[in-house]
């Protein structure tokens, strides 16, 4: 069973960065994924990024294409999103999660973090 916390959510301007962090626990992340996702008021929940544990290998939404950077650090078993010239629509809470079958889906998620953009 894998357990995920993630923390660094907050409340930021338009224009400003966030990174946020995800310790995954109970697992061998070596042979999963793991990746971000969101979900605003009112909408579905939406995938932002994920990213291989193996060889790094990352993808991302059309939408946070250039400003969100995914990263890893193996030793600490821990995910990071870098999330920069954030925007209004960028404000939802953000949910890491673990595929076990590369890139999906998504068998485990933590509990969430709540990113607020003001403009």
């Known amino acids: 069973q894998v357990q995920l916390v993630e923390s660094g959510g907050g409340l930021v301007q338009a224009g400003g960065s966030l990174r946020l962090s995800c310790v995954a626990s109970?697992?061998?992340?070596?042979?999963?994924?793991m990746g971000w996702f969101r979900q605003a008021p009112g909408r579905e929940r939406e995938f932002v990024t994920g990213?291989?544990?193996?060889?790094?290998?990352?993808y991302y939404a059309d939408s946070v294409r250039g400003r969100f950077t995914i990263s890893k650090d193996n030793a600490k078993n821990t995910v990071y999103l870098q999330m920069d010239s954030l925007k209004s629509e960028d404000t939802g809470v953000y949910y890491c999660?673990?595929?076990?079958?590369?890139?999906?889906?998504?068998?485990?998620w933590g509990q969430g973090t709540q990113v607020t953009v003001s403009s």
């Open positions: 990213i291989r544990w193996s060889d790094g290998t990352a």
């Open positions: 999660a673990v595929t076990l079958s590369w890139p999906g889906p998504y068998d485990y």
């Open positions: 109970g697992g061998t992340p070596s042979r999963y994924g």
